[in-house]
Nanobody, 121 residues
Framework: QVQLVESGGGLVQAGGSLRLSCAAS????????MGWYRQAPGKQRELVAS???????NYADSVKGRFTISRDDAKNTVYLQMNSLKPEDTADYYC???????????????WGQGTQVTVSS
């Protein structure tokens, strides 16, 4: 069982920056991938950014060039640097971890409790 705890959310003006952190209780180096998702009121949860264990990254088109995902395996922490924030980035942001299981079993996924990001215009 892996627990994920997000921090770093808050209220920021448009154009500002925030850095979210996700601290894992277990090793993230052994994960398949770590990611950040967000869910705005009345909308479905969507992928914001992800990073595989080999360092490959994937970003939603809406955040490319503005957000950067990174990880510190020694600290078992994943970060999301968010720059040039827009009001449409307002959402609850969730950390996600994906761990593989033996052949024939689906991967195990874990979620944090979320951290709120509000961008004012």
């Amino acid at each position: 069982q892996v627990q994920l705890v997000e921090s770093g959310g808050g209220l920021v003006q448009a154009g500002g920056s925030l850095r979210l952190s996700c601290a894992a209780s277990g090793s993230i180096a052994s994960s398949n991938a770590m990611g950040w998702y967000r869910q705005a009121p009345g909308k479905q949860r969507e992928l914001v950014a992800s990073m595989t264990s080999s360092g490959n990254t994937n970003y939603a088109d809406s955040v490319k060039g503005r957000f950067t995902i990174s990880r510190d395996d020694a600290k078992n922490t994943v970060y999301l640097q968010m720059n040039s924030l827009k009001p449409e980035d307002t959402a609850d942001y969730y950390c996600n971890a994906l761990y593989s299981r033996p052949l024939g079993y689906p991967p195990r996924t874990y979620w944090g409790q979320g951290t709120q990001v509000t961008v004012s215009s």
